[in-house]
């Protein structure tokens, strides 16, 4: 009955369409899965959607794990074994009453209720709360702590005594590489800098834009990670000398990262720099952007041009390619057809065909898009503008009636114009073809938890062009267990948005200076960056230092 009315409310509500419920019939009949995961596996259906399903059903709301602190007193009652081979999470315990609320994934399931109790003496009454199971894997890590830690692999390492017994025994220098990589995703690291020096080794986590420091290692360790990270990447373990590139897999606090694996040889031996790719991060809702009203309907405005051409600036790592991501799932439904040219493909869209750039074959930007024009798409991404090429390939793509989305790297929105310009392309084709150009910059967000208020000072009032008598909070950053003492906690874009209208059409096809251009966009509402940064600094999300080291205020 369970499985029907959830099935059926899929099916209903036209979330998966009865084609594809037929195929993951099919493919249950091979593998015995439960239908929901096999969906969700086939990318039919998100994981958030069944478990909003069941909870309709039930009349229970999915509880969000994201930020969850467990009660002490009922983490002691479960042990972490029986807690990750269940799939649950115990949250609190209310001695008044002797109830032990718990999270489980499986809500259905009366054996997993059955062993609690078993496993509790029936003592305690237990109440089920729904949650994912990807945020209970992910919140066993980060309640009961990791069970093998870093110093205790390397404990084990230098005496040979095991930190605890596991049936699934593997040599502890595999586990160090796997720990260190299951840290630095529980860190929320972007890459993870493995930096051998001529005596020890140096590892760093790129954490929402800034590099940290987080251990160094013994260089007698180097090699067999070096191996080991090699092995798992499928690069050449004999070859020292070049440069190597890479990418592995791998599943851990039960979601699916990918690793993109760069070796480069240097003077202390080979450098190893890895991207983590994490599907859950990949793409954000444009609701999620926390845009200003007036900016939200430019970008529609954008988005919903029939053709032309939109471009993200940016400098790299400045989440250009999540801000197309996210564009393109806004657009992303069964009546387009929207393929992709990237370098490399870095996360999986359902429906969108998606292809790599091979140099060894021939495939580059400007050959690609000459085979999808063939394709009869409606919307085309190039992951990037680089040469004059494909600029100009790209604007004759938009000329024949596509919308064409990419990336450049400039430093302002405005500055797109002249930067085409140098790449050779005519101004008449600028004018005629450009539908608006957005610029982002990344700005850590403040830990809610510590962030600490404070009067600004005469002189961050004149900076902010605030006065004396305007009562203004501001906040800094502080550092507490929740962020790892880092006082901040994940990134928010700050983004501006030009819109090509007809006068700006003009002014580009004569070539009109930047500087004009800037004053005519002011004029007519044009949000810059820095006013973007104030605005959320003066909400309190994030601290002036930071806004100081990534945008300035001038």
């Not at 007036?294 to 051409?309: D, H, Y």
């Amino acid at each position: 009955m369970k499985y029907k009315n959830i099935i059926d409310t899929l099916v209903e509500q036209q979330i998966i369409s009865k084609d594809q419920l037929q195929i993951a019939l099919i493919e249950q009949k091979k593998k015995s899965d439960k239908l929901e995961s096999i969906l969700i596996k086939l990318g039919f259906v998100s994981e958030t959607v069944i478990q909003n399903i069941i909870g309709q059903t039930l009349g229970l709301s999915c509880q969000d794990l994201s930020n969850v602190v467990a009660d002490n007193e009922a983490i002691k009652l479960i042990p972490k074994q029986f807690a990750i081979n269940n799939k649950i999470l115990p949250l609190n315990f209310n001695p008044d009453n002797n109830t032990l609320s718990v999270a489980i994934a499986d809500i259905f399931n009366i054996f997993i209720i059955d062993k609690l109790n078993n496993l509790l003496d029936n003592s305690i009454k237990i109440e089920p709360v729904l949650a994912s199971q990807t945020d209970i894997i992910s919140a066993i890590d980060y309640c009961y702590g990791f069970e093998l830690s870093i110093d205790g692999i390397l404990h084990e390492i230098e005496t040979g005594i095991l930190e605890f017994q596991n049936n699934d025994y593997q040599q502890p220098l595999i586990r160090l590489v796997d720990a260190l990589l299951a840290n630095a995703v529980k860190h929320g690291a972007s890459d993870i800098h493995l930096e051998p020096e001529q005596g020890f080794l140096r590892i760093r986590y790129r954490i929402d834009g800034v590099l940290q420091q987080i251990r160094s290692l013994h260089k007698k360790y180097w090699s067999a990670i070096v191996v080991r990270i090699k092995v798992i990447a499928k690069l050449n373990i004999a070859n020292t000398r070049i440069p190597q590139d890479g990418r592995f897999s791998l599943n851990l606090s039960g979601k699916a990262v990918d690793f993109r694996v760069s070796v480069h040889p240097t003077i202390n031996g080979e450098n190893i720099v890895l991207r983590i790719l994490d599907h859950k991060k990949a793409v954000i809702t444009i609701e999620q952007l926390d845009l200003l009203e007036p900016s939200l309907i430019i970008l529609k405005r954008m988005v919903f041009n029939p053709q032309g051409i939109i471009l993200i600036t940016g400098p790299t790592g400045s989440g250009k390619t999540t801000s197309l991501y996210s564009l393109l799932q806004y657009l992303n439904t069964e009546q387009v057809s929207i393929m992709t040219l990237e370098d490399p493909v870095e996360y999986i869209l359902g429906i969108v065909r998606q292809t790599a750039i091979n140099e060894a074959v021939k495939l580059d930007f400007e050959n690609g898009l000459r085979s999808i024009l063939r394709q009869d798409p409606d919307i085309i991404l190039l992951g990037e503008i680089r040469d004059k090429a494909t600029a100009e390939m790209a604007f004759w793509a938009s000329m024949t009636g596509h919308k064409v989305y990419s990336t450049l790297h400039t430093n302002s929105a405005i500055s797109a114009i002249p930067r085409l310009l140098d790449l050779g392309v005519v101004a008449d084709v600028i004018a005629e073809n450009m539908v608006g150009v957005v610029y982002q910059r990344l700005v850590r967000k403040l830990c809610p938890n510590c962030k600490q208020a404070y009067s600004p000072n005469d002189e961050e009032r004149k900076l902010l062009k605030l006065s004396k008598t305007q009562d203004i909070t501001l906040y800094s950053a502080v550092g507490c267990e929740q962020c790892f003492q880092y006082g901040y906690k994940g990134r928010i874009a700050l983004m501006e948005f030009l819109y090509i209208d007809n006068q700006l059409q003009k002014m580009i096809a004569n070539k009109a200076a930047t500087y004009k251009i800037k004053q005519y966009a002011q004029d007519n509402g044009f949000i810059t960056l820095a006013q973007e940064a104030k605005r959320r600094l003066l909400a309190g999300i994030t601290s002036l230092d930071e806004i100081w080291r990534v945008v300035g205020i001038d």
